[in-house]
């Protein structure tokens, strides 16, 4: 059972990246998923969560409106499309997922775990 995360790396203020999580060992079709952060020196926070059909996102008051969070159960694939990126978004992001189909915000609800990709976003 492994979430893969990719589609980090340096951006400028104010640019876009999206960011992929692959499931492969199972399916986690049926399972939420959330994206995290942790800068250097923080905890680990909350950025985005999406229910197991899609239907339901929640999102951090810092990203509401800037990112986006979709998933596609066919390719057992969940992405966080971020914009209008901040020298404060500047993070490793860990996707992760969880044995409910409700979407939370907690990171001790969430059992699996990817193993982060960088995202830094100069000014």
């Known amino acids: 059972v492994q979430l893969q995360a990719s589609g980090g790396g340096l951006v400028q203020a104010g640019g876009s990246l999206r960011l992929i999580c692959a499931a492969s060992?199972?399916?986690?079709?049926?399972?939420?998923k959330g994206w995290f952060r942790q800068a250097p020196g923080k905890e680990r926070e909350f950025v985005g969560a999406?229910?197991?059909?899609?239907?339901?996102?929640y999102y951090a008051d810092s990203v509401k409106g800037r990112f986006t969070i979709s998933r596609d159960n066919a390719k057992n694939t969940v992405y966080l499309q971020m914009n209008s990126l901040r020298p404060e978004d500047t993070a490793v992001y860990y996707c992760a997922a969880r044995p409910s189909t409700v979407a939370v915000s907690t990171v001790p609800s969430y059992n699996y775990w990817g193993q982060g990709t960088l995202v830094t976003v100069s000014s």
């Open positions: 060992g199972r399916t986690f079709s049926s399972y939420a």
């Open positions: 999406i229910n197991w059909n899609g239907v339901m996102t």
